[in-house]
């Protein structure tokens, strides 16, 4: 079964870089045939997808955040990470690490982070 | 960007009874859909995937169908734990997901 776990800061205040940190147990990011997504949920909003790494490194972006966003991956410590620059407080939201294959790409769900940006 | 709506944004029923919700995509996605239930708090299940396969560990009661841009997801006697917000998700190109329909009492 595969296990992810979100990891980093739960305050930020605005214009600063979120960094968070996605730690991987029972699947690789060697493996090259899996998909490893961020995606957030704003208070009281439906889901966002924000980009994922996929193919040994390649990523693809949400046109909403394809400007202020990076996802990549640490084969050594099997995790992935998220930074999206200049925050404000609309970026306040939980922010999910999930993972699948080609037939669902989101299949397995870390259990969430909140992240509060507020000056 | 491909758009997902999905209706009704609310459902009453009752234990017992079986529902429906509709997704419906702004151009084809053939059968690249995913559905998933989310409880206060928790994160996301995927319930269904490829329009109308049943994830591992989703109950029976659950199932998808639909091709191109319509899908519905149905829930038969509906149980006291289904009592959720569901999204629809399009994995066709990158990742959209639906507005999500709250089934209340």
């Known amino acids: 079964q595969v296990h992810l776990q979100e990891s980093g800061p739960r305050l930020m205040k605005p214009s600063q870089p979120l960094s968070l940190t996605c730690t991987v147990s029972g699947a690789s990011l060697r493996g090259g045939d899996l998909y490893w997504s961020w995606l957030r949920q704003r208070p009281g909003k439906g889901l966002e997808w924000i980009g994922y790494?996929?193919?040994?490194?390649?990523?693809y972006y949400s046109p909403s955040f394809k400007s202020r966003v990076t996802i990549s991956g640490d084969t050594s410590k099997n995790q992935f990470s998220l930074r999206l620059n200049s925050v404000t407080a609309a970026d306040t939201a939980v922010y999910f690490c999930a993972s699948g294959g080609l037939e669902a790409r989101t299949e397995y769900w870390g259990q969430g982070i909140l992240v509060t940006v507020s000056s | 960007d491909i758009q997902m709506t999905q209706f009704p944004s609310t459902l009453s029923a009752s234990v017992g009874e079986t529902v429906s919700m509709t997704c419906r995509a702004s151009q084809t996605i053939d059968i690249w859909m995913g559905w998933f239930q989310q409880k206060p708090g928790k994160a996301p299940t995927l319930l269904i995937y490829?329009?109308?396969v049943l994830a591992s560990g989703a109950p029976s009661r659950f199932s998808g169908s639909g091709s191109g841009t319509e899908f519905t997801l149905t829930i038969s006697s509906l149980q006291p734990d289904d009592f959720a917000t569901y999204y629809c998700q399009q994995y066709k190109t990158s990742v959209t997901f639906g507005g999500g329909t709250k089934v209340e009492i």
């Open positions: 490829k329009a109308s």
């Open positions: 790494l996929y193919h040994r490194g390649n990523t």
